[in-house]
């Protein structure tokens, strides 16, 4: 039944395995417009410690945001999305499958480098966990928000753009829970609340991104 | 069996053709003919299911395609324009990526097979990329060792880039598979060496 799924899976991690140059770009881009605002801002720990979270998050997004158009973009110019769209299995199973790959080469390694940033901007070390935590939660959602985007804009003049405006405003509400919770846990009321909020969100895009992606991609490929 | 009955194509504002009507029978092989723009590319795409008709019902079994997407997907195999093959991923990578993504399981072994019986045995293990344009298509053309089972081949273009004995080998091929019961449509501009010779759709015959 799942042979489509762990088929793309594996092919996919493969791919970010074999060309992990894009994948450590992508990291860099992250850790570089953290490390900017120190300098633009000034070296104020306090100040520094204030907007710690949301530049956390924000370059988080922008990090996904750059890996994003390169979701399906080779396979439609190779002709393997024809192929997957001719296989026997729902799409919205293997498309699940590409965002998975996906957010585990780009959306594991933000996760994993963000608590060394955080050290970088002096956050608290008791929000750590709610930083992480956040993330985690967070990132699939823009990984498969991300991946409607991007099935839309594919083969389009411009696409890369037309994506950032696209789906921008949709991680909006991510970037508000994610980097929110971090300062609930900082003025003392407890993440709890936001992140239910990012679980639920999850939950939800896991259940309705998929389908609206493969319909995005049956379009594009008409 | 293949019906497509009234069906008409739309390409941006242009109407390719209209009211084209097949029957493809098993053991059947039809080759689809016309001028370049013509859409024989987009006849197959429909028939397929990867491109919505205009207008005209494309049925297989008596079932709507639409209807019966899954089934019908499982006894099809569409070869296209392009490849499937990605640069980084050796030949038999990519075929058993393309099997296994099809629905198909199948072995390593048999993979290898099909690859060495198409004549790249040398290159199993080399990135596509370093693959001349014959190559990889052949590589996508192993598939065909693989899919005896899928009773509809559709394919664009097969013959390109080929050499003169690959040509000879895949007419055989597909020979073979229509005297199994199975159903080929491919479009070609060369004249492929079958043994009889294959019935002619002209496309043009229903351009507007």
């Given amino acids: 039944m799942l042979s489509t799924f762990s088929a793309v899976l594996r092919r996919d991690l493969l791919l970010a395995w074999r060309g992990r140059a894009d994948v450590l770009v992508t990291l860099a881009f992250f850790v570089i417009v953290v490390c900017l605002f120190p300098f633009g801002v000034g070296a104020e720990p306090n100040l520094l410690r204030a907007i710690a979270p949301g530049v956390l998050w924000v370059a988080a997004l922008l990090a996904c945001l750059l890996s994003l158009h390169r979701l399906f973009a080779q396979d439609y110019s190779d002709g393997t999305l024809e192929q997957l769209l001719l296989s026997s299995e729902p799409a919205a199973l293997w498309v699940t499958a590409k965002v998975l790959a996906f957010w585990l080469s780009t959306g594991l390694p933000v996760v994993v480098v963000a608590p060394a940033l955080a050290q970088l901007l002096d956050l608290e070390q008791g929000a750590l966990p709610v930083l992480v935590l956040s993330l985690t939660l967070g990132t699939p959602i823009l990984g498969l928000l991300g991946a409607v985007g991007a099935a839309l804009t594919l083969g389009l003049r411009g696409g890369g753009m037309l994506l950032a405006l696209l789906v921008l405003p949709l991680f909006v509400p991510v970037l508000i829970f994610g980097a929110g919770a971090v300062e609930a846990e900082l003025s003392g009321s407890g993440a709890t609340a936001h992140l239910l909020l990012l679980g639920g969100g999850l939950a939800a895009s896991l259940a309705l991104a998929p389908w609206a992606c493969a319909a995005a991609l049956r379009i594009s490929t008409d | ?208």
């Fill in chain 2, 1 to 208: 069996m293949l019906e497509v009955e009234h069906l008409a194509c739309l390409k941006g504002d242009r109407l390719l053709f209209r009211d084209l009507a097949l029957r493809l029978q098993a053991g059947e092989l039809l080759r689809v003919a016309g001028a370049n723009g013509v859409g024989k590319t987009s006849l197959l795409r429909l028939v397929t299911g990867l491109a919505l008709p205009e207008a005209g019902d494309i049925r297989w079994s008596a079932r709507c395609i639409r209807r019966e997407r899954e089934a019908f997907h499982r006894e099809l195999l569409y070869l296209g324009h392009a490849p499937a093959i990605n640069d980084l991923l050796s030949p038999l990578e990519n075929l058993r990526f393309a099997c296994a993504a099809a629905g198909d399981e199948l072995s390593a072994a048999a993979c290898v097979q099909a690859l060495e019986r198409i004549g790249l045995a040398d290159q199993l293990d080399l990135p596509a990329r370093v693959l001349s344009q014959g190559q990889r298509r052949r590589v996508g053309l192993a598939r065909l060792f693989l899919s005896a089972r899928r009773k509809l081949w559709v394919l664009d273009e097969p013959f390109t880039a080929l050499d003169v004995k690959a040509v000879a080998d895949l007419a055989q091929a597909l020979t073979e598979h229509c005297a199994a019961g199975g159903m080929v449509m491919l479009t070609t501009h060369q004249d492929a060496p079958f043994a009889v010779p294959p019935r002619v759709l002209d496309v043009g015959a229903y351009a507007c």
